[in-house]
């Protein structure tokens, strides 16, 4: 099913984001929630997603002027992709963001180790 107010697939009949009981099937030109997160992240989401050409959108979760207010670095960008191009986008998104959380660990690690000694624990 498809939550029309989330543009979120939805499990079952229901959407767990904002429990609206959802009654009809997802399209393949419907707009699909793939991943949120940073505008510098979503950027690179959708030019990740350009280079593949797969259509997409992003949609900033606040509006403009709260962006004024709190600075644009605070916003949270919501990616959206076609439902045809979805299992393939997010493919795409999660090797992407396996590969950075990957490298975010290991300069955790690094940037631990100088200060105090870290527990290994892998
Ligand atoms: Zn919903």
Known sequence: MYCE???RIVEGDKCPE????CKRD???DDACFL????Q???DMVCDVLNQENIPNFKQGSIGAAMAVLTGLSAETFSVYVP???YEQAKEIA?????????????????????ETETEEDE
Do not use: M, P, T
């Open 5 to 7: 107010r989330c543009r």
């Open 18 to 21: 904002c429990g609206k009981l």
């Open 26 to 28: 997802v399209k393949d």
């Open 35 to 38: 991943w949120s997160g940073g």
């Open 40 to 42: 510098i992240w979503a």
């Open 83 to 85: 439902y045809s191009h």
């Open 94 to 114: 999660e090797s992407l963001f396996q590969e950075n959380e990957a490298e975010a660990e290991q300069e955790a690690e690094d940037a631990g180790a100088a």
